[in-house]
């Protein structure tokens, strides 16, 4: 089975958890810039954490369904509409054969998962199915998604489908999608990682070449607002403030990078690298920023979100990845419960 593009959007790729312990090699993580919104939509339609979803940014595609498929939107807040009528998300959605999914734009946040049952069935390329964009491979061929193309899903979708609904309405908790003909449950999945401040605050820890910059680069990196520039993408986000100066011009050793590093250019404005970063770099690195809020940094939508930055220690780190992972397994099992504890 397959789900056919009609509209593609902004930018719509297959993602799941990426590709771990290649980086040596120079193949970065990858995967979903949310990846907590990439487990929890899993999650709505009884998938394992590691299932494909379809992310897209901004602006979703339109999509036909060619056969009953359970189906889930999690992330951003966007406002979908199934067959025109409008599509609760947060919740598992049993769509009928022949439904028109228009995804739209987000109101909030800037990435979207749709998971559906069983999975995006692409072929696992060096250990992952995610798409990797500057590297052309993973997904489906290495590409975005785009209008006319075939989404393939598993093979028992349908079945998958119908057999997990009637799982999760077991206590015929349901309801219509009005003029779909779909039909969802009246529980939701909260979002855990759109911004519950304005300007979103994002905690760092000091980078390895900090005491290299200016007193007063320093400061105005926890003190001023930042905007995510309009042309970040899944590499970085390019952040717009005041320019951040080396006390004296540095020559940098290349090394290694990662998911969240501040890096500063020549130019002075720093860029914390996402999602498909490269696996080197020799700008000097201000700051790190702290695995617990990547997710939330993620859904800051460029050319709109303010983002102020607050200086932590290690042991606020840790305790906020621990703080996250709590909360993330808490919803996750409450999920399975509503499955019955039989997930697949």
């Avoid at 995804?103 to 692409?122: C, K, N, P, Q």
């Avoid at 911004?195 to 905690?203: E, I, Q, S, W």
């Avoid at 290299?212 to 717009?240: C, H, I, K, Q």
């Avoid at 914390?272 to 939508?301: C, F, K, N, W």
Wanted: glycine share 12%; hydrophobic share 45%.
């Amino acid at each position: 089975m397959t789900v056919r593009v009609l509209r593609s959007g902004v930018l719509a790729t297959v993602q799941d958890l990426g590709r771990s312990g290649l980086q040596h090699l120079a193949i970065v993580p990858g995967g979903a810039m949310d990846p907590v919104s990439h487990r929890i939509a899993n999650a709505l339609v009884g998938n394992v954490r590691d299932c494909a979803t379809l992310e897209f940014a901004l602006a979703g595609p339109e999509l036909a369904f060619d056969r009953d498929a359970l189906i889930a939107l999690h992330g951003a807040r966007f406002e979908p509409r199934l067959d025109g009528a409008p599509m609760p998300v947060a919740r598992p959605v049993l769509v009928r054969a022949g439904a028109t999914l228009r995804i739209g734009r987000a109101a909030e946040g800037a990435f979207g998962y749709l998971a559906v049952a069983g999975g995006i069935d692409v072929p696992v390329v060096l250990g992952g199915r995610s798409t990797f964009l500057p590297g052309g491979f993973g997904g489906l061929d290495g590409r975005a998604v785009s209008a006319g193309a075939a989404i393939p899903l598993a093979d028992d979708v349908v079945a998958l489908s119908e057999a997990r609904f009637a799982r999760v309405v077991r206590g015929g908790r349901t309801g219509e999608v009005s003029g779909s003909g779909a039909r969802s449950v009246r529980w939701f999945a909260p979002m855990l990682t759109l911004a519950a401040t304005d300007p979103l605050v994002v905690r760092v820890v000091d980078g390895v070449h900090a005491e290299l910059f200016e007193d007063a680069a320093r400061a105005a990196l926890t003190a001023e607002r930042w905007r995510v520039a309009p042309d970040s993408n899944r590499m970085g986000y390019r952040l717009l403030g005041p320019k951040l100066a080396l006390r004296a011009p540095k020559d940098i050793v290349s090394q290694a990078v990662c998911l969240g590093t501040v890096q500063v250019p020549g130019g002075g404005q720093p860029i914390v690298l996402m999602a498909d970063h490269q696996t080197t770099g020799g700008y000097p690195r201000i700051a790190e920023v702290i695995s617990a809020d990547m997710p939330r940094l993620a859904q800051a939508a460029p050319g709109a979100a303010a983002v102020r930055f607050e200086r932590v220690g290690l042991a606020e780190a840790d305790a906020a990845r621990s703080d996250l992972a709590r909360r993330v397994d808490d919803l996750l099992e409450r999920l399975r419960w509503e499955f019955g504890d039989e997930n697949d």
